[in-house]
C-alpha cells in the first residue's frame, strides 16, 4: 500500500469517543503512516496526540474543525499546522465554547418550562471536555426517564425549530478561511457534500467565496460522500485548483466510520503542508522506502 494518511479523526477532546492515542492505535493497525488530528473548535488533543505518534512511529499532522454557517447550513473548515497560540484563532474557539455552554442553559430552562428538565451539572459532566452539545443534552433526557432514545429527544425537543431549539452562535464559513489561514494553517473545506443538520450540501457560489478567501482544499473523499457527489465536487475542487483530500472523520463509537477508510497520499500531505503559511511544526516528509 501506498504511504497514506487519515486527515480528519476526533477524540473526547471534542465529540469522539477514543483517546488521542487510541486514534494512533487504530492507524498503525491498519498500516497509516500518518494521522491528523481535528476536534471541533480546540486544539486540546494535540499533545497527547503528538506523544502517542512519536512512541508508535507515525507522523503527526496537527489539526482542528472549525465549526461555521452560512444561512443556516453548517460549514465545517479543517485547519491543519494552525499556530496553537493564534490570538484570534483561540479568542474565537474560546467563544464558540463559552457560547455553547449559555446555550445548554438556555435548553435546560426551555426543557424545564416543558416539564421534561435535566440537571445543568449533569449535561456538563457528560460532555466532559468537550463543547456541548444537543446529544450531551439528549443522554442527559434519557437518564432522566424522559426520552427512550437520542432520536427520540431530537424529534420532540431538540431538533432545529423543535420547542426547546435555541440557535448557537457561529462564524460565517468565510471569516473562518481567513481565521485558519492567519493563524498559518492550511484550510480544507470539510465533507462538503453532506447536509448536516439538514441545512444542504455546501453551494457551488460559496464554494467560489471560499476559495476567493484563500482557500486551499476540498475534503473530496469522505464516507459520507457518495461516489457521484465526490466526483462532482472532485471535479469542482479541480476547476478551483485546489487540493483534494481524503479522510474518514472517525468520532468512535458515536458514528461507524473506521480510521484510514478514506485517504490522502504522502505527496500531497507534502503539497498541503507547503501551503501553510506557519512553518512551526514539523515538517511532513514521507520518502518511500524498501520494506
Ligand atoms: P449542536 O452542535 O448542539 O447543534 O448539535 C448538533 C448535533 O446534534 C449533530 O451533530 C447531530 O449529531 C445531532 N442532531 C442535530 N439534529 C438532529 C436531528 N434532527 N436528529 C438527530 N440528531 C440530530
Ligand atoms: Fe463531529
Ligand atoms: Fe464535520
Ligand atoms: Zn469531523
Excluded at 96 to 105: D, G, I, M, Q, T
Excluded at 244 to 254: I, L, N, Q
Excluded at 274 to 279: E, F, G
Aim: hydrophobic share 40%; aromatic share 4%.
Amino acid at each position: 500500500m501506498p504511504l497514506a494518511f487519515d486527515l480528519h479523526t476526533h477524540t473526547v477532546h471534542s465529540d469522539g469517543t477514543t483517546a488521542p492515542e487510541d486514534n494512533v492505535l487504530l492507524a498503525k493497525e491498519v498500516g497509516l503512516a500518518g494521522v491528523a488530528l481535528t476536534d471541533h473548535d480546540t486544539v486540546s488533543g494535540w499533545t497527547q496526540m503528538r506523544d502517542a505518534c512519536a512512541r508508535h512511529g507515525l507522523a503527526f499532522i496537527p489539526g482542528i474543525e472549525l465549526s461555521t454557517e452560512r444561512d443556516g447550513r453548517s460549514v465545517h473548515l479543517l485547519g491543519y499546522w494552525v499556530n496553537p497560540e493564534d490570538a484570534a484563532l483561540r479568542e474565537e474557539c474560546d467563544r464558540l465554547r463559552n457560547e455553547r455552554s449559555r446555550r445548554a442553559v438556555q435548553i435546560c430552562e426551555r426543557l424545564d418550562d416543558l416539564g421534561v428538565g435535566v440537571d445543568v451539572a449533569r449535561v456538563r459532566a457528560l460532555a466532559g471536555t468537550a463543547p456541548i452539545g444537543r446529544p450531551h443534552i439528549a443522554s442527559a433526557m434519557i437518564e432522566a426517564g424522559h426520552v427512550p432514545d437520542v432520536q427520540t429527544a431530537f424529534d420532540r425537543y431538540l431538533a432545529d425549530g423543535g420547542p426547546a431549539y435555541v440557535p448557537k452562535y457561529a462564524v460565517d464559513p468565510v471569516r473562518g478561511v481567513r481565521l485558519l489561514a492567519d493563524a498559518g494553517g492550511a484550510t480544507v473545506l470539510a465533507h462538503p457534500g453532506v447536509s448536516e443538520d439538514g441545512g444542504g450540501p455546501v453551494t457551488p457560489d460559496l464554494l467560489d467565496e471560499l476559495a476567493a478567501a484563500g482557500l486551499h482544499g476540498v475534503e473530496v473523499d469522505h464516507p459520507a460522500h457518495e461516489p457521484d457527489v465526490a466526483d462532482r465536487w472532485r471535479q469542482m475542487a479541480n476547476a478551483h485548483g485546489l487540493v483534494v483530500t481524503g479522510a474518514s472523520d472517525f468520532h468512535g463509537e458515536r458514528k461507524s466510520l473506521h480510521i484510514g477508510e478514506r485517504t490522502t497520499t504522502a505527496a500531497t500531505v507534502e503539497h498541503l503542508q507547503t501551503l501553510a503559511s506557519n512553518k512551526m511544526h514539523d515538517r511532513i516528509s514521507v520518502a518511500p522506502t524498501a520494506s
